[in-house]
């Protein structure tokens, strides 16, 4: 099966300015997360999509959004982008079920903000 | 909510020495322990993970070790080699409620040849 892939892999925004970042599952994986990494502060989790609802939500303020489509493609925006919101943005897709909660993660979209 | 705490943050080893990275989490709910290791400039990759209802499990040169009554977990890494330099993460998530899964910090592992 093809991996976890996102797009864009790197952009560059300027302060104020909004942001799309897509995430595409691994083929029947219906939960797709998003987290935030930068250095010294790990991977903060910021929400998780599952049947194109929202089951999770971490402590990001509002500018940060999330959607998922029926074919489980997900996207986040950033609204109103600040230079802290700088930082590597990976999603991760898991199968379905309770149980198996294996996460797979993507390569990133490193977005830097000027 | 859960929390997870990872020590050391950074930790150097020589080459085939053992390396033990150790995390706590706060949910004595939570049922499901991954580990996982990004290289630099790649993706985290799930390395091993670990269910509550066994206290160590091993795969190759790498073991997982929980302890839940202390709500601890452990990974071993024997036989250190250069190709083990990495970040490693640890998280925990109670798999049975579809909370979140929670990481800790991570760890900067060097391995000097």
């Known amino acids: 099966k093809a991996g976890v892939t996102q797009t864009p892999r790197y952009l560059i925004k300027t302060r104020g300015q909004q942001v799309t970042l897509s995430c595409s599952p691994i083929s029947g994986h219906r939960s797709v997360s998003w987290y935030q990494q930068t250095p010294g502060q790990g991977l903060q989790f910021l929400f998780e999509?599952?049947?194109?609802?929202?089951?999770n939500k971490g402590n990001f303020p509002g500018r940060f959004s999330g959607r998922q489509f029926s074919n489980s493609r997900s996207e986040m925006n950033v609204s109103t982008l600040e230079l802290g919101d700088s930082a590597l943005y990976l999603c991760?897709?898991?199968?379905?079920?309770?149980?198996?909660?294996?996460?797979?993660f993507g390569p990133g979209t490193r977005l830097t903000v000027t | 909510g859960e929390n997870v705490e990872q020590h050391p943050s950074t930790l150097s080893v020589q080459e085939g020495d053992s390396a033990v990275i150790k995390c706590t989490y706060s949910?004595?709910?939570?049922?499901?322990f991954p580990w996982y290791k990004q290289e630099l400039g790649k993706r985290p990759q799930l390395i091993i993970d670990i269910r509550s209802n066994v206290g160590e499990k091993k795969d190759q040169r790498i073991a997982v070790t929980l302890n839940k009554t202390a709500k601890h977990f452990s990974l071993h890494i024997t036989e250190t080699q250069p190709e083990d330099s990495a970040v490693y993460f640890c998280a925990a998530m109670r798999s049975s409620r579809n909370t979140p899964l929670v990481f800790g910090k991570g760890t900067r592992l060097s391995v000097i040849a």
């Open positions: 999509y599952f049947s194109e609802t929202q089951r």
């Open positions: 991760a897709s898991s199968p379905d079920g309770q149980g198996a909660r294996e996460q797979y």
């Open positions: 949910d004595s709910a939570s049922n499901y």
